[in-house]
T-cell receptor
Framework: GENVGLHLPTLSVQEGDNSIINCAYS??????FIWYKQESGKGPQFIID?????DKRQGQRVTVLLNKTVKHLSLQIAATQPGDSAVYFC???????????FGPGTSLSVIP | NAGVTQTPKFQVLKTGQSMTLQCAQD?????MSWYRQDPGMGLRLIHY???????DQGEVPNGYNVSRSTTEDFPLRLLSAAPSQTSVYFC?????????????FGEGSRLTVL
């Protein structure tokens, strides 16, 4: 049958502002969470990860927050730049460390 | 350093044809996996391997076969292509089990089934 693609959630931010991308996960047993960035026509690239025994982890210009109570993950990008325009995916391992399951993604558009 | 190499980058098949998507990595990674990505959607895991000789099913394995005879290579076989298999396919590898380390992705193989 016809493959009808879903429209990705889109976030538009001004260059220099902070961006917050949210992700809800379903498996309360998930132990490891990862954020990936995918630029147009390319494969995803690792940004940052966090384990379930942490609630916050910081990298260069990025911070990941984990709220296990409400099964929510967020990625904060400080001083957003045009090069940050991409689709961002959260991923989790669920009950098996061998399976990395991706969420639906959010498209970030940076307005110069 | 080539990383993860996928071939071909583009392929058009007719319904019922079979083909193999090749994936090779030169990082001596034990873990390799295949995903498909449909327009406007996330990546869905097809098959994965935690080492040579070991493969297992992901979320959407039907219609696909894999084998892992060497650490470097992880080919994905479409047995009898269907239009529903039109997608972009990504191969990924990791130095550890996929859930505990960064996945390195190839550039993708775009497959169209008519």
């Amino acid at each position: 049958g016809e493959n009808v693609g879903l429209h990705l959630p889109t976030l538009s931010v001004q260059e220099g502002d902070n961006s917050i991308i949210n992700c809800a996960y379903s498996n309360s047993a998930s132990d490891y969470f990862i954020w990936y960035k995918q630029e147009s026509g390319k494969g995803p690239q690792f940004i940052i990860d966090i384990r379930s025994n942490m609630d916050k982890r910081q990298g260069q210009r990025v911070t990941v927050l984990l709220n296990k109570t409400v099964k929510h993950l967020s990625l904060q990008i400080a001083a957003t730049q045009p090069g940050d325009s991409a689709v961002y995916f959260c991923a989790e391992t669920g009950t098996s460390y061998d399976k990395v399951i991706f969420g639906p993604g959010t498209s970030l558009s940076v307005i110069p | 350093n080539a990383g993860v190499t996928q071939t071909p980058k583009f392929q058009v098949l007719k319904t019922g044809q079979s083909m193999t998507l090749q994936c090779a990595q030169d990082m001596n990674h034990e873990y390799m996996s295949w995903y498909r990505q449909d327009p406007g959607m996330g990546l869905r895991l097809i098959h994965y391997s935690v080492g040579a000789g070991i493969t297992d099913q992901g979320e959407v394995p039907n219609g696909y076969n894999v084998s892992r005879s060497t650490t470097e290579d992880f080919p994905l076989r479409l047995l009898s292509a269907a239009p529903s298999q039109t997608s972009v396919y990504f191969c990924a590898s990791s130095y550890t089990s996929g859930g505990t380390g960064e996945l390195f992705f190839g550039e993708g193989s775009r497959l169209t089934v008519l």
